[in-house]
T-cell receptor, first 111, second 115 residues
Framework: EADIYQTPRYLVIGTGKKITLECSQT?????MYWYQQDPGMELHLIHY???????EKGDLSSESTVSRIRTEHFPLTLESARPSHTSQYLC??????????FGPGTRLTVL | KNQVEQSPQSLIILEGKNCTLQ??????????LRWYKQDTGRGPVSLTI?????NTKSNGRYTATLDADTKQSSLHITASQLSDSASYIC??????????????FGPGTSLSVIP
């Protein structure tokens, strides 16, 4: 089983709140990713990182931001949550051109 | 345009039966193809990976095939179990000159195995 963790698993918050979704991996992978997935739909890449201090936007535009201060940690932040941000957020990591290992996901609901 | 298509969109089968899921892709230049299994509310887990030179790969009751000429792959599940109920995602990677492979996810096939 992959050593990649996400917290919280479920989050229900009100509009306008600032939230941070945590993602950590213990595999020493340089590359980390954030995906957004609506129920029954495909994954969309919203952010990725090649390593410390490297972050890039993915294929799907997102109002969230990410940071990579430590290799093992890749948090995602929403400054002001809106109902349109309701979705499942999946974090993943990989080695050089390797398999992506996914975390269990955070299911976010914004009221 | 790099694209991955899967069929059927959803499938219901009886426990113990076999089934085959299809994946067609237009990704170039091709690097590898993976099949992932995603249980409801969980992250995807890799089942198999195939490179250009491989045309079949097994993982227990799961057997994936790849035809690089026609750009098609299939995932065959033998003697299905209730725990096979999940979404199966075909993921194709394209070579790039950077350190990052371009990864394209298919929409997935939702499989339901019923008793």
């Amino acid at each position: 089983e992959a050593d990649i963790y996400q917290t919280p698993r479920y989050l229900v918050i009100g509009t306008g709140k600032k939230i941070t979704l945590e993602c950590s991996q213990t595999m020493g992978h340089d590359k980390m990713y954030w995906y957004q997935q609506d129920p029954g739909m495909e994954l969309h890449l919203i952010h990725y990182s090649y390593g410390v201090n490297s972050t890039e936007k993915g294929d799907l535009s997102s109002e969230s931001t990410v940071s990579r201060i430590r290799t093992e940690h890749f948090p995602l932040t929403l400054e002001s949550a809106r109902p349109s941000h309701t979705s499942q957020y999946l974090c993943a990591s990989s080695a050089w051109r390797g398999e992506q290992f996914f975390g269990p996901g955070t299911r976010l609901t914004v009221l | 345009k790099n694209q991955v298509e899967q069929s059927p969109q959803s499938l219901i089968i009886l426990e113990g039966k076999n089934c085959t899921l299809q994946c067609n892709y237009t990704v170039s230049p091709f690097s590898n193809l993976r099949w992932y299994k995603q249980d409801t509310g969980r992250g995807p887990v890799s089942l198999t990976i195939m490179t250009f030179s491989e045309n079949t790969k097994s993982n227990g009751r799961y057997t994936a095939t790849l035809d690089a000429d026609t750009k098609q792959s299939s995932l065959h599940i033998t003697a299905s179990q209730l725990s096979d109920s999940a979404s199966y995602i075909c993921v194709v990677s394209a070579w790039t000159y950077s350190s990052y492979d371009k990864v394209i996810f298919g929409p997935g096939t939702s499989l339901s195995v019923i008793p």
